[in-house]
């Protein structure tokens, strides 16, 4: 069997020739993005693989149920809906929980993960590897090109291969990184010109229009291009018509929406079906997608007329380009509003995004420019003429008030602003209103909690909202961490399972569920954690180290050092990882090339501890015995009193010859909890006698 292999042509015809002379019997799939939006293409493949997969193997499909249906809500058809969540019961206005590329991206690990065990249990019963074809990347929309990037890099070729076909058009830096690292490429031959066919430039653009627009024939193009507007219009319109009845959501955010916006009424239909499909890739998270749509929105919408609209397309534009980096664009769209409109409204909602961008996102932080403008919000809030209006947003917005207050130091003032917020809507509204945003703030005032020192408070709240929202995996994940600290580990490990059980794959679930595992000796399951977050998510620095600590700690010295390697290779000068590999060195005895390492950590950070330490020792193997005792006596000017490294500094004044100030450390030593009495006490012996090893 082959590598993952890309494909480079200007034609999709000729595209295909290809992949069916270089593949067995590939399942091809179109991508192109104006067909279905986000994940067109990995829609495609599902619907193929899920029936087999559900009839064969149910548990596969029930383990990986949420992120299968997360983005693709249409494939319920196949394997029956997804569990709910208070987000997902909240209508569009109540919603105040949002996700972005993040959870997407989780999503997409998960779907990856489904097609991986899908592969290798076909392969274990056939013998046959799975092969996919994916056409016209190119035009794929960003989550589908992330995807596939990480179909390529996780896939065992032999196990599941992947061919991406492509014209030359760059791909996202990723998926490009990603085809670099693991597959071939080959140019598909241009066919001949294909034969004359006599078709009035309509004729042409109709071909083109009911293609969804993806036609690459250049006849077609051309056709489209030239043939009279109205009457392309028209095309549009009928073929949105024909899309209508049976139009999944990715329809909708795809074709529909794209003719929709080209069709006889861009300003009335076309706008309304931007607006659908971007509120349907806001409630998802289609961070790119909402970018996209909102932008397009824009264009199509009166900002005088049609007010609520514009500043809706816009202010979710903004939003979601904070997920994706684009924090520049973010401001600049939000200050756009406030030089386009005076209403109250608009100021109020786009004064508390710039106080959360400005407190959250925006490096440096600026906390003190937060609270002006969520001051701007409150006040706002707190005129508004509607009185249930000024109840639900003068408690959204000291919630948010709140946020700035804690990031301020001022959590007793957070909390305050918090439990004052949950009175007041307890007081005024029946329980089924609003009832996602007051599971909020009681999460809020949970982790307020937490920060407080207020553990017992912190978890009952935690447990609520668990009863609450029992699919919000989030609770499980903060009462755990609670758990950890009251030292309750079989709790802790037990809201970990529970949590691994029901959601999407997330990097930090799956880093402190092994965390944890480590505290309690299960090193077999966290080192199974760790790799796990490091095949999703290889520049994960955290895994990385913690993945190295422990095979280190359990003699895989090859293990370790391969880590810190790869780990520096992203993370290039990363002062723990070299430690790490300074540490592999020194237990091969491989003093000079270990100092290298520890010196180039302490380059970094000079009071990073484990380097001090660790040269120490390197030191004293070599004979340099006072520079052992600097680095260990700056260590303990930064750990304060250690047993561990007051015994090696005593072993190094001794073996200096300064036996008074080596009685002295192993003296305080004995003193000290955790202390190694045994070998303090022969250590303290040879201080009338001679030096030992450190």
């Not at 987000?87 to 993960?113: L, N, P, Y």
């Not at 982790?447 to 609770?475: E, K, N």
Request: hydrophobic share 40%.
């Amino acid at each position: 069997m082959m590598g993952h292999l890309r494909i480079v042509g200007d034609r999709r015809a000729d595209r295909l020739r290809l992949i069916r002379n270089r593949t067995g019997k590939a399942l091809v799939v179109r991508c192109h993005q104006r067909l279905r939006g986000p994940y067109t293409g990995i829609d495609t493949v599902l619907r193929s693989v899920l029936p087999e997969a559900r009839r064969r193997w149910p548990e596969l499909v029930e383990s990986h149920r949420v992120e299968l249906l997360y983005g693709m809500p249409e494939l319920a058809q196949l394997i029956g809906p997804p569990p709910r969540t208070l987000a997902d019961e909240a209508s569009f206005k109540e919603r105040t929980r949002f996700f972005g590329s993040g959870m997407i991206r989780c999503m997409s690990q998960g779907v990856v993960t489904f097609l991986l065990d899908y592969a290798h249990r076909i392969q274990a019963d056939t013998g046959c590897a799975l092969e996919l074809a994916f056409e016209e990347v190119h035009a794929a929309e960003a989550t589908t090109q992330e995807l596939l990037a990480l179909l390529l890099r996780r896939a065992d070729p032999r196990l599941l291969r992947v061919v991406i076909s492509t014209t030359a058009d760059t791909l996202s830096d990723e998926l490009e990184a990603a085809l670099a690292a693991t597959a071939g490429t080959l140019r598909a031959p241009a066919s001949d010109p294909a034969p004359e066919v006599h078709r009035s430039a309509l004729e042409w653009a109709a071909l083109y229009v009911d293609s969804d627009c993806t036609d690459d024939d250049p006849r077609a193009l051309r056709g489209y291009q030239e043939a009279d507007r109205r009457a392309v219009a028209r095309l549009h319109d009928r073929r949105a018509d024909s899309l209508e009845a049976t139009a999944s959501w990715g329809v909708r955010m795809g074709a529909i929406a794209y003719h929709r916006e080209r069709g006889g009424d861009p300003a009335g239909a076309g706008r309304s079906a931007l607006l659908a499909a971007q509120r349907h890739a806001v409630a998802t998270g289609f961070s790119a997608a909402v970018v996209d749509l909102g932008l397009r929105g824009r264009g199509v919408s009166d900002p005088v007329s049609q007010e609520h609209d514009y500043w809706e397309f816009t202010r979710e534009a903004a939003a979601a380009c904070i997920p994706i980096g684009r924090l520049a664009q973010s401001m600049e769209l939000y200050q756009d509003l406030l030089r386009r409109f005076t209403n109250p409204k608009i100021h109020m909602m786009t004064s508390y995004a710039i106080a959360m961008l400005h407190t959250r996102f925006l490096r440096p932080r600026d906390h003190e420019l937060a609270l002006q403008w969520q001051h701007n919000a409150v006040a706002i809030a707190g005129i508004l003429p509607d009185p249930a209006e000024r109840l639900t947003f003068t408690v959204f917005h000291d919630n948010g008030l709140a946020l700035v207050e804690m990031h301020r130091g001022n959590r007793t003032r957070a909390l305050d602003l918090v439990e004052s917020c949950i009175t007041r809507l307890d007081k005024e509204m029946d329980d089924d209103q609003w009832v996602l945003h007051r599971s909020q703030l009681l999460y809020n005032r949970a982790r307020l909690l937490v920060a407080l020192g207020r553990l017992d408070d912190a978890y009952a709240d935690y447990t609520r909202l668990v009863d609450l929202d029992p699919y919000y995996t989030d609770y499980l994940s903060e009462r755990a961490r609670i758990s950890r600290e009251r030292g309750d580990f079989d709790a802790a490990l037990a809201d970990y399972d529970r949590a691994v059980q029901l959601a999407p794959p997330f990097p930090e679930l799956y880093y402190n569920r092994g965390t944890a595992r480590v505290q309690t000796g299960d090193l077999r399951g966290a080192l199974d954690d760790f790799t796990y977050v490091l095949e999703m998510e290889p520049g994960d620095l955290d895994s990385r180290v913690a993945r190295a600590e422990l095979r280190l700690e359990s003699g895989d010295l090859d293990g370790a050092e391969a880590d810190a390697d790869t780990g520096l290779v992203v993370h290039p000068g990363e002062v723990q990882l070299l430690c790490l590999k300074g540490t592999v060195l020194l237990q091969r005895e491989n003093y000079d090339q270990a100092l290298t390492a520890f010196d180039a950590a302490l380059e970094r950070d000079p009071r990073y501890p484990a380097a001090l330490i660790n040269r120490a020792v390197v030191h004293f193997h070599q004979s340099r015995n006072s520079r052992a005792v600097a680095d260990l006596t700056t260590a303990l000017d930064i750990v304060g009193d250690d047993p561990d490294v007051l015994l090696n500094r005593g072993i190094a004044h001794l073996a200096d010859g300064r036996r008074d100030l080596a009685r002295a450390d192993f003296d305080r030593a004995l003193t000290l909890p955790d202390a190694d009495i045994p070998e303090l006490r022969r250590h303290r012996e040879l201080c009338d006698t001679s030096a030992a090893p450190l």
